[in-house]
T-cell receptor, first 116, second 112 residues
Framework: DTGVSQNPRHKITKRGQNVTFRCDPISEHNRLYWYRQTLGQGPEFLTYFQNEAQLEKSRLLSDRFSAERPKGSFSTLEIQRTEQGDSAMYLC??????????????FGPGTRLTVL | DAKTTQPPSMDCAEGRAANLPCNHSTISGNEYVYWYRQIHSQGPQYIIHGLKNNETNEMASLIITEDRKSSTLILPHATLRDTAVYYCIVRVGGTSYGKLTFGQGTILTVHP
């Protein structure tokens, strides 16, 4: 399977704990996106990477959240001191990085986080 | 990016055409209309996009009104596997890197 993969698929943690999610994009894609989706809502943009550079962060991404893409391949999203409001599906997407407008984003299956 | 308005839910009989409307009355001249869908427990999937001309691909057709203030996604022969949340997204072209702004979408239920 050469699609976007995310691990773990499910994570249950206690409030105050740190969690880290991993996203492996499609191999030739140099753009990588993180979104968050709560129940009944559409996904919300969190942050975006072009290769290893993090080029935009949403105001939704508080200082408890940090994302990295150290070698321009896989990415990690870490949430420190989790809160119950962080419970959501965290989606990763990737796309090619040409100058074209219509680079289709390919989404992974998501990591569902539950904070108790 | 312009805001979109979609009905919260729609039903369609299997084998019939599903017509999903989207209003984007504040769309700008350089904004494109995109459709994605999200099947339960999966990430969103790209369907189609257009600027002002009607578009068709193997999945669907996109009809954009002449004033570009609304559009309709057409699934010509809906199947049970088309049951999903459908998102209409309007996004600036040009040098945009492609951030997608999702609304709440339309829940399409295809029934036998």
């Amino acid at each position: 399977d050469t699609g976007v993969s995310q691990n773990p698929r499910h994570k249950i943690t206690k409030r105050g704990q740190n969690v880290t999610f991993r996203c492996d994009p499609i191999s030739e894609h140099n753009r990588l996106y993180w979104y968050r989706q709560t129940l009944g809502q559409g996904p919300e943009f969190l942050t975006y990477f072009q290769n290893e550079a993090q080029l935009e962060k949403s105001r939704l991404l508080s200082d408890r959240f940090s994302a990295e893409r150290p070698k321009g391949s896989f990415s990690t999203l870490e949430i420190q001191r989790t809160e119950q409001g962080d419970s959501a599906m965290y989606l990763c997407a990737s796309s090619v990085g040409t100058s074209g407008l219509h680079n289709e984003q390919f989404f992974g299956p998501g990591t569902r986080l539950t904070v108790l | 990016d312009a805001k979109t308005t979609q009905p919260p839910s729609m039903d369609c009989a299997e084998g019939r055409a599903a017509n999903l409307p989207c209003n984007h009355s504040t769309i700008s001249g350089n904004e494109y209309v995109y459709w994605y869908r999200q099947i339960h427990s999966q990430g969103p999937q790209y369907i189609i996009h257009g600027l002002k001309n009607n578009e068709t691909n193997e999945m669907a057709s996109l009809i954009i009104t002449e004033d570009r203030k609304s559009s309709t996604l057409i699934l010509p022969h809906a199947t049970l596997r088309d049951t999903a949340v459908y998102y209409c997204i309007v996004r600036v072209g040009g040098t945009s890197y492609g951030k997608l702004t999702f609304g709440q979408g339309t829940i399409l239920t295809v029934h036998p």
